[in-house]
């Protein structure tokens, strides 16, 4: 796969690698940043071009735009949002306003939970940074001067994103589908598929059958998973459902471009966390010693493979926060 690195002009911390996945397609892959950024898929057709998710704030979004601008001069036709988390919406903005005739396309099941969940966590974004920035300013005053340069820097990136929620302008879907969508281009077949619940209630898959390609969200990505709006008892049956599908490329939501093999290393950590949990939780097990020996358990097999990104997602603290949500609703 052709690649190169691209950060654009007040781009802040949004960097991507742009990988060619297949003719017409490239996975623009976020680097580690302050406030995550998730990966963005750019699907080229004879008339148009597909941008899939649009990161945590607009100035990331303008920063795939420029690059589009070099990769075509074909307009925008369609943004999808694959789930409502903020890292994967916050920057639609961009897209109208760059390409009027834009639409924003995603499930009901998600445009509905960006109306009633993502529209305030707006909110409580607003109200969350400004105690964040006030630690930062705290720790750099007590930081010894090798731990000031990475604060200060931080800093910088918090104050300059609460600017930027602060001015959000959310742009909902104007397009809502319910099982599935396809668009059938001169050159090029997209289908957009719900296949149940994973990381939220409305995942959204996008297929090319053509180029064997799926983009996944975050129902798949490279670090241990997000549970916190999840259905860890539904998410290896969907990614079951996944599999059936005929592809060899994966984008997902956050690391890098993979295939099949990440594919079943992810499900089977889905499925044997949950499992375990289910098992502890039958004996009668605390909370503390659930995640005690499903830890033990787990690690030899799955520490390693999820260890991939380091400090930046450590697999204990994540595996530790999908117990809680598991034990939660298996208990």
């Known amino acids: 796969m052709d690649c190169c690195a691209?950060?654009?002009?007040?781009?802040?911390?949004?960097?991507?690698?742009?990988h060619k996945v297949a003719d017409g397609v490239y996975a623009a892959v976020a680097s580690a940043a302050y406030k995550v950024n998730c990966n963005t898929a750019i699907i080229e057709s004879s008339d148009g071009v597909m941008?899939?998710?649009t990161h945590s704030k607009p100035s990331a979004a303008r920063v795939i735009v420029e690059k589009l601008r070099e990769i075509t001069n074909k307009p925008v036709r369609y943004v999808v949002n694959t789930h409502f988390h903020w890292d994967h919406w916050h920057g639609n903005e961009v897209y109208p306003a760059a390409y009027p005739d834009a639409e924003i396309v995603s499930n009901n099941i998600t445009r509905e939970a960006m109306v009633k969940k993502g529209l305030k966590r707006i909110q409580d974004h607003m109200r969350q940074v400004p105690t964040e920035i006030a630690k930062l300013k705290a720790d750099i005053q007590a930081a010894s001067p090798a731990q000031r340069a990475k604060l200060e820097a931080d800093l910088k990136l918090a104050e300059s994103y609460l600017a930027e929620v602060r001015a959000l302008k959310p742009a909902l879907p104007t397009i809502a589908f319910e099982q599935t969508m396809k668009l059938y281009r001169r050159d090029r077949e997209i289908h957009l598929l719900h296949l149940g619940r994973a990381h939220t209630e409305g995942d959204v898959f996008v297929y090319l059958p053509k180029e064997k390609v799926v983009i996944t969200g975050d129902a798949m990505i490279g670090w241990t998973p997000y549970m916190g709006d999840g259905y860890p008892e539904d998410w290896a049956g969907t990614l079951d459902r996944l599999a059936q599908l005929d592809f060899t490329h994966v984008i997902m939501g956050h690391g890098d471009v993979t295939g099949r093999?990440?594919?079943n290393?992810?499900?089977s950590y889905v499925h044997d966390m949950v499992e375990a949990v289910?098992?502890?939780a039958a004996t009668g097990a605390t909370l503390d010693e659930v995640k005690q020996r499903v830890t033990e358990k787990l690690a030899p097999r799955y520490e390693k493979p999820f260890s991939t990104y380091g400090e930046y997602r450590p697999w204990r603290a994540g595996l530790a926060a999908n117990i809680e949500r598991t034990f939660g609703m298996v208990s």
């Not at 691209?6 to 949004?14: C, L, M, R």
């Open 6 to 18: 691209h950060e654009g002009p007040g781009g802040g911390d949004a960097r991507f690698d742009i």
């Open 51 to 53: 941008v899939v998710d």
């Open 261 to 263: 093999e990440w594919l």
């Open 265 to 267: 290393t992810f499900r």
């Open 278 to 280: 289910r098992q502890e």
